[in-house]
């Protein structure tokens, strides 16, 4: 069987990896909240949450080379397509989040309360609303910060095709392209690290758009892998990398170690089939893994509103809280992130996919009905 025939027959949908976008979100928003928890310790664990980030954009570079690699390769890929797709994906709920961000920052202004000045950055503004906020391009990290990173993914979005050029010629070679990633990715980060004084993986509004390409790029690999052939014992090796991975967060190894065993992880989970992943491929996983985005985008808005009243209504100053308000807050934040999910996510991809499909079709139409019988017949061919 080839490696081609392979994909054709791989599921459109991989719902272990679609759950563990849940586990990587959560990951930050812990970390994002901890300073909140009074009487917190210190923790590994919990420092390497901004690891959550790189999670997922391994997880970008797996998950678009599963969907449009081969397209890309045989030519038969449109790019106004993926980016219209990828804007329907990512847009909406970033400028939800971003409207939501500067009317509690007002709000808070009203009833008297200090706000960071860089929260309300106008200047940062037109940055945040072209989604090119971390590409060095805005003043300070301003409205909602989390969304640097989506700029960073819009950035991987525009150089797909690069990627797809790159990945599709290494497809019949991809150890090797594994091994040349996660070395391209070591020297990045030990040579950025140098270069800079701080790691690469604490990159943000600066340097975000080069903290994707690496982690991108080994998505891609990884998938290359995944596409000639899933891994034999993947319940094993999903253990054992998730162990690890745990493992050097805690430790607080060296970014590089905890990010190539995330990339192992993710291989091991997109290996297991549907059919044998259980309770990952479950309709609660799953779900929680479609909100995950909205978990991630609403997290610092919802801290400043939620942390903010409990510091009120419990006499809490510093902002330092109890720790069953905290996880209460922290519970919370998937069902707002799902109220996001269903009254502006969810909806606004499904309204912009729409649009896309229906300028599409009559654009089609318009060519059939200027197009001769010869022409028609020859469009029916295929179908014969």
């Given amino acids: 069987m080839t490696p081609d025939q392979t994909h054709a027959q791989t599921p459109a949908d991989l719902r272990p990896i679609t759950a563990l976008r849940f586990g990587a979100a959560m990951w930050v928003a ?58 329907a994906r990512v847009y909406p709920l970033h400028i939800a989040t971003l409207i939501g961000v500067g ?39 301003g409205w909602n910060h989390p969304s640097w990173s989506i700029s960073a993914e819009w950035f991987a979005y525009l150089c797909f095709p690069l990627f797809a050029f790159v990945f599709w010629r290494a497809r019949h070679r991809p150890i090797a392209a594994v091994v040349g990633a996660a070395a391209f990715l070591a020297i990045l980060y030990f040579v950025f690290e ?17 903290r994707i390409v690496p982690c991108f ?22 253990a054992v990398s998730f162990g690890l991975m745990v493992l050097s967060a ?13 990339g192992a992880l993710i291989l091991s989970l997109a290996s297991l089939p549907n059919e044998r992943a259980g309770w990952l491929a479950s309709k609660p ?26 510091a009120k209504v419990f006499d809490a100053p510093d902002k330092q809280l109890q720790i069953f ?8 934040l998937p069902v707002v992130a799902a109220v ?13 996919r729409g649009m896309a499909k229906r300028s599409n079709k009559v654009s089609a139409n318009s060519l059939k009905s200027s197009a001769t019988p010869k022409q028609l017949a020859t469009e029916r061919e295929p179908m014969a």
């Fill in 325 to 332: 308000v905290w996880l209460a807050i922290l519970a919370l």
């Fill in 285 to 310: 996983a799953v779900y929680l893994g479609e909100i995950s985005y909205s978990v991630y985008m609403v997290c610092v808005p919802w801290k400043l509103l939620a942390v903010g009243l409990a």
């Fill in 194 to 210: 140098q270069w800079a004084g701080f790691a690469l993986t604490e990159a943000t509004i600066r340097w975000g758009a080069l």
């Fill in 30 to 87: 812990v970390y994002t909240f901890w300073e909140n928890l009074a009487g917190a310790g210190q923790s590994g664990l919990v420092a390497k949450g901004y690891l959550g980030v790189e999670l997922f954009f391994v997880l970008s570079g797996f998950i678009l080379s599963h969907v449009y690699l081969q397209a890309a390769g045989e030519k038969s890929f449109s790019y106004k397509s993926f980016l219209w797709a990828r804007v």
């Fill in 250 to 262: 805690a430790l607080g190894l060296w970014d590089g170690v905890t990010v190539l065993l995330a």
């Fill in 103 to 141: 009317l509690l920052a007002a709000a808070a202004l009203f009833a008297g309360m200090s706000v960071d000045g860089n929260v309300l950055s106008w200047a940062s503004l037109p940055a945040n609303l072209f989604m090119v906020h971390a590409w060095g391009l805005a003043p300070v990290a």
């Fill in 217 to 238: 790029a080994l998505g891609c690999a990884l998938y290359l892998v995944y596409r000639r052939a899933p891994l034999k014992a993947p319940w094993l090796s999903a």
């Fill in 340 to 352: 996001s999910y269903h009254l502006v996510e969810h909806p606004a991809r499904k309204a912009l």
